[in-house]
């Protein structure tokens, strides 16, 4: 009997720790589909507000871009212009578009603000910097965690080269965007996500070194088409799975079955030895 319970109580234990090392993937894999969720979400909402006109949105957004330029430090004073979570959030979510990284096989919803809560799952909006839309003198960032467990996001990002493009989605227009050049910079220097004169840049920012991240990772981009129409995407928040969640549901099955053949072997043993004693008298 005590055999017995140890034998259960070492499978209990493999298998959590088993459970353990296949919540990265199983997380991950959960969160790209979440994350192609919300853009089909927003495809949807699209869908329906089709023959809608959205030019005053992008208005909205290029008047805040322009008030943002003209302030002398828009990366610290950017509080001074008021809206900027109303602007371009149609759906209340706080999801202003999506990125599309055709090399890296990412897409994500494109939120408001840097937070914690928005780099855990999604692309975010760096506040002070211009709404990823077009115009002379934008310089839009948007940024993401990489080496998360849960998620891919940026992870790949250093795999992007000189000349790749992606694009941004916004609203039921599309945005694309050309790598001109991959930095990497201390978190202090700010230099290279400023605005400049007559330009329109995107960067996409994480943290460097993997696993270190004492550096951070600068892909920037210079829009290099006109602006073409589509029905786009956006939607709800993709979201991560809780440790605590995963490993019961992988090895809650796969345990209650070793824990069911442990415990009738035995039996059947002592069975049979029954049998074969009953044969001899």
């Given at each position: 009997?005590?055999?017995?319970?140890?034998?259960?109580?070492?499978?209990?234990?493999?298998?959590?720790?088993?459970?353990?090392?296949?919540?990265?993937?199983?997380?991950?894999?959960?969160?790209?589909?979440?994350?192609?969720?919300?853009?089909?979400?927003?495809?949807?909402?699209?869908?329906?507000?089709?023959?809608?006109?959205?030019?005053?949105?992008?208005?909205?957004?290029?008047?805040?871009?322009?008030?943002?330029?003209?302030?002398?430090?828009?990366?610290?004073?950017?509080?001074?212009?008021?809206?900027?979570?109303?602007?371009?959030?149609?759906?209340?979510?706080?999801?202003?578009?999506?990125?599309?990284?055709?090399?890296?096989?990412?897409?994500?919803?494109?939120?408001?603000?840097?937070?914690?809560?928005?780099?855990?799952?999604?692309?975010?909006?760096?506040?002070?910097?211009?709404?990823?839309?077009?115009?002379?003198?934008?310089?839009?960032?948007?940024?993401?965690?990489?080496?998360?467990?849960?998620?891919?996001?940026?992870?790949?990002?250093?795999?992007?080269?000189?000349?790749?493009?992606?694009?941004?989605?916004?609203?039921?227009?599309?945005?694309?965007?050309?790598?001109?050049?991959?930095?990497?910079?201390?978190?202090?220097?700010?230099?290279?996500?400023?605005?400049?004169?007559?330009?329109?840049?995107?960067?996409?920012?994480?943290?460097?070194?993997?696993?270190?991240?004492?550096?951070?990772?600068?892909?920037q981009a210079k829009r290099?088409?006109?602006v073409s129409n589509k029905?786009?995407?956006?939607?709800?928040?993709?979201?991560?799975?809780?440790?605590?969640?995963?490993?019961?549901?992988?090895?809650?099955?796969?345990?209650?079955?070793?824990?069911?053949?442990?415990?009738?072997?035995?039996?059947?043993?002592?069975?049979?030895?029954?049998?074969?004693?009953?044969?001899?008298?």
């Open positions: 009997m005590v055999k017995k319970i140890s034998t259960i109580v070492m499978l209990s234990l493999f298998f959590v720790g088993l459970s353990v090392l296949l919540y990265p993937s199983i997380s991950s894999y959960w969160n790209s589909k979440t994350q192609s969720a919300a853009v089909k979400n927003y495809e949807d909402l699209l869908e329906a507000m089709k023959g809608e006109d959205h030019t005053a949105l992008f208005e909205e957004a290029e008047s805040y871009n322009k008030a943002l330029a003209e302030l002398e430090n828009p990366l610290l004073d950017y509080t001074e212009i008021e809206g900027y979570h109303e602007i371009l959030n149609p759906t209340g979510s706080g999801m202003m578009g999506y990125l599309t990284i055709p090399t890296i096989g990412v897409e994500l919803p494109i939120y408001h603000t840097v937070s914690e809560d928005v780099l855990s799952h999604a692309a975010g909006h760096m506040e002070g910097t211009s709404f990823p839309i077009p115009g002379e003198s934008t310089h839009t960032v948007l940024s993401a965690h990489r080496g998360l467990p849960n998620a891919k996001l940026f992870t790949d990002l250093n795999k992007l080269v000189v000349g790749d493009v992606f694009t941004i989605t916004v609203l039921d227009k599309v945005f694309t965007y050309q790598v001109e050049q991959i930095l990497t910079v201390l978190p202090e220097n700010t230099q290279n996500i400023k605005v400049e004169q007559g330009e329109e840049y995107c960067t996409l920012l994480t943290c460097t070194p993997y696993g270190i991240n004492t550096h951070r990772l600068l892909v290099v088409d006109a029905i786009t995407y956006v939607g709800a928040e993709a979201y991560q799975i809780d440790t605590l969640i995963v490993t019961p549901i992988v090895a809650l099955p796969i345990l209650l079955t070793l824990i069911v053949i442990v415990c009738l072997q035995p039996v059947k043993k002592e069975r049979i030895i029954q049998e074969e004693g009953e044969e001899e008298l």
